[in-house]
Nanobody
Framework: QVQLEVSGGGLVQPGGSLRLSCAAS????????MHWYRQAPGKERELVAT???????TYAESVKGRFTISRDNAKNTVYLQMNSLKPEDTAVYYC????????????WGKGTQVTVSS
């Protein structure tokens, strides 16, 4: 049906940058809102960033000014550019998107590990 391929995670030093990518494929009509979540060990899963179908963006306060979410509708892909990374950003990051006639159907991508450590 619908698959989400996530890439871009890894190990980076504090102050470094990473870019996450989440590409959707399968039986998709149109993609509505797209989100990035993260979950650190022992912590709840939190919403990091959202980009709507018309390009409006919102961010968690903890990442505002450092992370940028964007989308490429032609590629059915959402990105998360992460700059000035801190050890507190260490977590498993997940893509979430909704597709079809609003509110649409939800899909989760597999998690990708981001580790910020010196």
């Amino acid at each position: 049906q619908v698959q989400l391929e996530v890439s871009g995670g890894g190990l980076v030093q504090p102050g470094g940058s990473l870019r996450l990518s989440c590409a959707a494929s399968g039986s998709i009509s149109s993609i509505n809102d797209m989100h990035w979540y993260r979950q650190a060990p022992g912590k709840e899963r939190e919403l990091v960033a959202t980009v709507t179908s018309v390009g409006r963006t919102t961010y968690a306060e903890s990442v505002k000014g450092r992370f940028t979410i964007s989308r490429d509708n032609a590629k059915n892909t959402v990105y998360l550019q992460m700059n000035s990374l801190k050890p507190e950003d260490t977590a498993v990051y997940y893509c979430r998107l909704y597709y079809g006639k609003p509110p649409g159907f939800g899909a989760w991508g597999k998690g990708t590990q981001v580790t910020v450590s010196s």
